[in-house]
């Protein structure tokens, strides 16, 4: 169990929804990142990135929390998939499930459980595990940042190795997917706490000069709500490297039982 869990989730653009999502319980949390749709691109779908978000966040939350009070747990990968599956029944035969910009999202996800930690990421929502001793591991899916050629990518390319070998995974229209996701344990002795974020924060790394020591200290000492407002006033005072100025950013921290 966590003793504490603090969140904060900030839009971009006030003018359109949040497509993040930050959900826990008592054992377990979720952060999602819903990926914004390119102007001009027909999903396929009926419904929007941030419909994808909570319906999979809901179907986490239920599974996560049943799952809860088992002696064995199932695998992670294994609820995701579930999750996902649930998320692709609810579309309903209207979306065109096919298509491959139909809505996607990243996820990561950690649960306490039989004196373990395990820790799950797909795309590029990192997880922070924050040691007993000091410093922070960080668990990443950099698949992302290595398709061919660089940056910038062209539409056509992500279209083509989304969620396909030799390219990167992300939940969307297929479970399989979740068997592809960065996963693993660590005994709960070894670490003080657990922090997830989307890309939204992590610009702080990727972009103006911290470290994820650091990150993870500001996430410890003054919370996930000043890492937002960090991130916003570096985007303001220097501008994106790329893209959007301000992206949806949301961060959790998650803290456990001392010995």
């Known amino acids: 169990m966590f003793t504490e869990i603090a969140s904060a989730c900030a839009p971009g653009d006030a003018a359109r929804p949040n497509e993040d999502l930050a959900i826990a ?4 949390a979720v952060v999602i990142d819903g990926a914004t749709a390119p102007a001009g691109v027909d999903s396929g779908c009926a419904h929007d990135v941030a419909w994808l978000v909570a319906r999979l966040g809901g179907a986490l939350a239920a599974r996560l929390s049943a799952d809860a009070p088992t002696p064995a747990p199932a695998p992670l990968p294994a609820l995701l998939a579930d999750a996902i599956a649930d998320t692709v029944e609810a579309h309903g035969s209207g979306c065109d499930l096919g298509n491959p910009d139909s809505p996607s999202a990243t996820v990561a996800l950690v649960r306490a459980a039989g004196g373990r930690l395990d820790y799950l990421v797909l795309g590029d929502s990192p997880v922070l595990l924050g040691l007993a001793g000091g410093g922070v591991r960080v668990v990443a899916d950099d698949r992302l940042e290595r398709l061919p050629g660089g940056r ?6 992500v279209r083509r190795l989304r969620n396909a070998p030799g390219g990167f995974w992300v939940a969307a229209a297929r479970p399989e997917a979740a068997t592809e996701a ?3 344990s660590v005994d709960l002795r070894e670490l003080r706490a657990a922090g997830l974020c989307t890309d939204g924060v992590t610009r702080l790394v990727e972009w103006y000069g911290w470290t994820w020591d650091d990150l993870a200290a500001e996430l410890e000492t003054r919370g996930p709500r000043a890492a937002v407002e960090a991130v916003r006033a570096l985007e303001t005072a ?3 490297m790329r893209g959007k100025l301000h992206d949806d950013a949301t961060a ?4 456990l039982p001392r010995a």
């Open 25 to 28: 319980g008592p054992s377990w």
């Open 238 to 240: 220097r501008g994106p």
């Open 182 to 184: 960065v996963h693993g």
């Open 252 to 255: 959790m921290w998650a803290r």
């Open 152 to 157: 910038p990518y062209s539409l056509e390319l």
